[in-house]
């Protein structure tokens, strides 16, 4: 088992298998991106041996995440892979659907648990607004083959931006009402590439939960209101999903918090929003041994920071959100 220095287990590990992206959503990354070489990218093998190593030290759940991960070509083989690693119990996914059509049963069969869908919006012009390029019809296809291949409870997850869908909240979260999906609204958090625009723009969850309130009435909380991983969950009377909302800025889950992620390029990222890494991919291109791995993870897991500092000012400048995973 890992623990951090405050008593935290850590058993969660969030991997980001690519930071290319076939999208350009403007809360994550600038219109020019420019992306890491393959080369600097973990491979199939060193994905899955790092898998191997965290799940010796008690990692169970394993999300993977980018850039987006399904632009990876091995993705299926991947998922694959880390189904028959001992100890790893459960893995989900986070993608923006648009190739899910597709994929949806080929990874379902290699072992993927559940996906988490990215929809900010049911408008396809707003759609293309906040994703620059894409089109909403290929995620809608890709959330009904999610459920259809038994990916669920599909989640969908939605950050919300000021100016661009802070109404379409409303729309989204009717969807719950005739299907046994979670919608969950994400406040935007402020990251290198386009910080600005990230607190300028910031809709707080109870803003959010007041706009669907003062249009589809009072929610019900779902388990009395209390955090259900990062999410604090609803439900409209009688709906067949569930509203969730996650407060990363206004209301942070740090003292929770049980993840650790790793990079496209194989670091080690202590926080989402703190700039600690440790390199693991360069250790491990050298041929270092299982336990001088096991050691350097240890080590660094028990340093994690005790949670992040935007209250506080403290924005990371170091990274996008797609090298990171979110
Ligand atoms: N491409 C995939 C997708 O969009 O679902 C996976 C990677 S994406 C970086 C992971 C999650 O982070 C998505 O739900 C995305 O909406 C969210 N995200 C990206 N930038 C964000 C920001 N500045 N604040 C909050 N969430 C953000
Ligand atoms: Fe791509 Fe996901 Fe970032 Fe959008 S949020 S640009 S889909 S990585």
Redesign the pocket.
């Known amino acids: 088992m890992a623990y951090d220095r405050f008593g935290r287990r850590l058993h969660y590990l969030r991997i ?1 298998v690519t930071d290319h ?1 076939n ?1 350009r ?1 403007v ?2 990354m600038p219109e020019d991106a420019t992306f890491m070489p393959n080369s600097a990218l973990m491979t199939q093998a060193e994905i899955l041996r790092l898998g191997r190593l965290f799940a010796s030290v008690g990692f169970d759940k394993v999300r993977l ?5 399904t632009v990876r070509p091995d993705i299926v083989e991947i998922v694959r892979g880390l189904r028959a690693i001992r100890g790893i119990r459960e893995i989900t996914m ?4 648009i190739l899910l059509a597709r994929l949806a049963k080929p990874l379902a069969e290699a072992g993927l648990d559940r996906v ?3 929809l ?1 919006t049911l408008n396809p012009a707003k759609f293309r607004r906040l994703t620059r390029r894409g089109d909403i019809e290929d995620v809608i296809e890709g959330i009904y083959a999610a459920e259809e291949a038994g990916l669920k409870p599909v989640k969908i ?3 919300v931006v000021r100016g661009y869908n802070e109404a379409d909240v409303v729309d989204l979260a009717r969807l719950t009402i005739e299907h046994p999906w979670q919608v969950r609204f ?6 290198a590439g ?1 910080t600005e625009f ?1 607190r300028l723009m910031l809709v707080t969850a109870e803003q959010m939960k007041a706009r669907i309130e003062a249009n589809l009435g009072k929610l019900e909380p779902v388990d009395g209101g209390a955090l259900r991983g990062e999410a604090r969950m609803y439900r409209i009377p009688g709906a067949r999903g569930e509203i969730g909302f996650i407060a ?1 800025v206004s209301k942070p889950f740090c003292a929770a918090c049980t993840r650790a992620r790793l990079t496209a390029d194989g670091r080690l990222r202590l926080c989402l929003l703190r700039e600690d890494e440790v390199d693991l991919l360069s250790p491990l291109r050298r041929g270092a041994t299982d336990e001088e791995m096991r050691r350097l993870i240890v080590n660094a897991l028990w340093r994690k920071p005790w949670g992040h500092g935007l209250a506080q000012g403290e924005v990371p400048q170091d990274r996008s ?2 090298q ?3």
Do not use: H, K, R
């Open positions: 980001s992206c999208l959503c809360y994550c995440t980018g850039g987006e991960p986070t993608t923006n659907g988490n869908i990215s900010d997850n939605a950050v994400i406040e935007m958090m402020p990251f386009a990230q990363s959100m797609n990171i995973g979110g």
